[in-house]
């Protein structure tokens, strides 16, 4: 059972910068998929980025494509969401997921271990 606990999130300025981390405790090899969602209010899941542990290759939304980066300290297991030049349409409640065998990263439904989300608030 893989277990997720984010942490890092709060309030920033528009431009500002913040580093989400998520601790994994239970089983996770290098097959595993892991990554970060957002739901902002009123929308839908959205999924933000993810890493293959397996050859670290990294995948991104347009939406934050060049001021977000995905990393993983394998020796700590932990996952990382570095943050930068961040807008208030990144206003939203950040989750870490993992699981195995992922085909479509950006699809909520192919996760079933979830964090249980830490806010991030974007506000002048």
């Known amino acids: 059972e893989v277990q997720l606990g984010e942490s890092g999130g709060g309030l920033v300025q528009p431009g500002g910068s913040l580093r989400l981390s998520c601790a994994a405790s239970?089983?996770?090899?290098?097959?595993?998929?892991m990554g970060w969602f957002r739901r902002a209010p009123g929308k839908e899941r959205e999924g933000v980025a993810a890493i293959y542990l397996g050859d670290e290759s990294t995948y991104y939304d347009d939406s934050v494509k060049g001021r977000f980066t995905i990393s993983r300290d394998n020796v700590k297991n932990t996952l990382y969401l570095q943050m930068n030049s961040l807008k208030p349409e990144d206003t939203a409640m950040y989750y870490c997921?993992?699981?195995?065998?992922?085909?479509?990263?950006?699809?909520?439904?192919?996760?079933?271990?979830w964090g249980q989300g830490t806010q991030v608030t974007v506000s002048p």
């Open positions: 239970g089983y996770t090899d290098s097959n595993y998929y």
């Open positions: 997921v993992a699981d195995l065998g992922i085909v479509r990263w950006w699809k909520s439904y192919e996760y079933n271990y």
